[in-house]
Each structure stands twice: as C-alpha cells, then as structure tokens.
C-alpha cells in the first residue's frame, strides 16, 4: 500500500464565523493557547508521516504563508540577545525546504473546489486533506490513526464520529453498510441531510485519506449542498469504484470554526500544559462559583 506523502490544507475560507477578529486575521491563525490552529494541523500532519504540505488559500492569507517562513531579522535579533527558548519556540514553524507550496482559491466555491485545485500538486498517488478548523486533542494524531488503518484497507478514509441527531445538517453522514471495530463501511455519503432524511448520524470530521481518483470525479461533479462544490459528493460518486470507509478515531474533537469549540478547545489545552494547569484550573474555579452566584 502506498505511503501517504502529500496533504492538503484548504485555508481560504473566510472565516465569517469569526468576525470581527478574522476581519484582518486568516481564522487558521487565530490562536489556541499560544499557537495558531494551522500548527496544530501541521503537527498532526508530520506526526502521520506527512513530507509535502499544499495548502489552498486565498487573498488575505499572507500572515499564514509568512508564518512557515524564515523570520531573518527576527531569528538574527533573539540570537544576538541570547534567548534561546524564544528561539526554540520557532522550531515547529520550520519547514524543509520545498516542502511547502500555496494554490489560490480566487472564490470562494467550496470544500470540493479547494481539494480539486490541488490535483497538478497531488498528482496520482493517494493523499490526506485536513481541516484545520477540527482540532482533534488525541494521545495519538488521527490522521496518523487512520494512515496505520489505511495501509490495511485502501480505498477513500474518512475520519468519523457520532452526532446528535438533530446536528446531522452540519456534517457529511455516511450511509453505513457494516461496522467492525472502528471501521465503518459506507455504501456512499451525503452532505448536510436534514434530520428527518439522513442516512445515520456518523459524521464526517475534517481528516481524509483520498485516492487521487477522486480528482476525475471532482472535475465532473456539480455543485451540490449550500450551492458549493462539495468534496462529499465526489467521494460518494467514487464509492462504487474506489470504496469509502469512516474511521471512528480516538480522540476529542473541537469545532474551532465555532466560537463556542474554540473557546472550549483553548480551556482544554490549556489545561494539557503543566506550566498554566495549577493556576488555571483555580481560576475556572473561582470563575464558576462567580457565575453560580451571579444566576
Ligand atoms: C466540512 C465538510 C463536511 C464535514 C465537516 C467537518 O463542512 O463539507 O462534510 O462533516 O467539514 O467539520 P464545513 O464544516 O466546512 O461546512
């Protein structure tokens, strides 16, 4: 089975969820603790063996780009003073050289759009898109779950988890044919179903491992929910070829997109760091029996 070398990041939303901060600031870089949510894709992505990363972007994006570069001046100036520890702080943003490249999105036209505009990037070897708005917290990175479990299986890999009903509009929801352990066989996927009509509430979370045929399928495929080129389509159009199976990972996931995940995610990795844990926690203490009182 092929090694999964390449990894698209799609990082030209517009983050209007996010608003006014992403006014001025791409929502990739918006930061949990002390580190921008693309590092924690990156991170992900290179702990699963990741050696290319392609990121889809558009205008506005350049404080992203800026991120992963060298900072001379910066580098020269902590050097000069000796802080070795801010120094360090840099070393994940380093990345080997030419293994790095930008494609622009020029609108806005959806998840399937951003994914097809990778294939020249990609070319014909299977390869894992991420989501960085899903910040999986995890002992284990879930991309790097779900590539130890591809190497058995093949086919399209979708990372899963069960929804509440009622939210199966916000997600891509497979339609299950089998499950074993945590594999899910899927006779196809749907984009956003309304509760009522949606196949299950396993839901699609924002890691992939995609078989470059998806390419082919992309280049046909219409627009679909949201009136957007919807990359839930093109795999559900390949199952019949390619097979499609959700991988329920271990792990926790928080929906940076939202306000409400990305507050969450910022208190649970914040507590994850020995440094802030003590003082922290008290604080949340003291904070709640403030807010009990005050109801
Ligand atoms: C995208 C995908 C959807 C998936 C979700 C996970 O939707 O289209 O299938 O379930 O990410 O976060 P979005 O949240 O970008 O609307």
Excluded: W
């Excluded at 939303?13 to 929502?27: C, D, E, Q, V």
């Excluded at 951003?114 to 299977?126: I, N, S, T």
């Excluded at 299986?153 to 929804?163: C, E, F, L, P, Y």
């Amino acid at each position: 089975m092929a090694h999964i070398r390449k990894a698209v990041f799609p990082v030209a939303g517009l983050g209007t969820r996010f608003l006014p901060a992403t006014k001025s600031i791409p929502k990739e870089m918006l930061t949990l603790v002390d580190r921008p949510l693309i590092q924690y894709a990156v991170d992900e992505a290179r702990q699963a063996g990741i050696e290319e990363f392609i990121f889809v972007t558009a205008a506005g994006k350049g404080p992203l780009e800026d991120y992963f570069d060298t900072a001379a001046a910066l580098e020269h100036h902590l050097e000069m003073k000796g802080k070795k520890e801010a120094l360090a702080a840099l070393e994940d943003t380093r990345m080997r050289e030419g293994t790095l490249s930008f494609i622009r999105q020029d609108q806005p036209r959806g998840l399937g759009h951003a994914v097809k505009l990778a294939r020249r990037a990609v070319g014909d070897e299977p390869f894992a898109v991420l989501l960085p708005d899903d910040v999986i917290r995890a002992p284990r990175g879930v991309l790097a779950q779900m590539v130890d479990a591809h190497a058995q299986i093949g086919g399209h890999m979708v990372a899963t988890m069960d929804v509440p009903q009622k939210q199966t509009s916000s997600y891509g929801i497979l339609d299950i044919e089998s499950k074993k352990g945590r594999i899910a066989q899927a006779r196809g996927l749907v984009e956003k179903p309304r509760p009522d009509i949606a196949p299950s509430t396993l839901a699609v979370v924002g890691r992939y491992i995609l078989q470059p045929s998806i390419f082919d399928k992309l280049a046909i495929q219409g627009p679909g929910a949201g009136g957007e080129l919807q990359l839930t389509d093109a795999i559900n159009a390949d199952v019949a070829d390619a097979g499609v199976v959700g991988y329920r990972f271990a792990g926790e996931r928080f929906d940076c997109g939202s306000v409400q995940g990305f507050v969450q995610a910022t208190t649970a990795f914040a507590l994850d760091r020995p440094e802030l844990q003590q003082g922290y926690q008290k604080f949340l203490q003291e904070r709640t029996e403030i807010v009990a009182l005050r109801a």
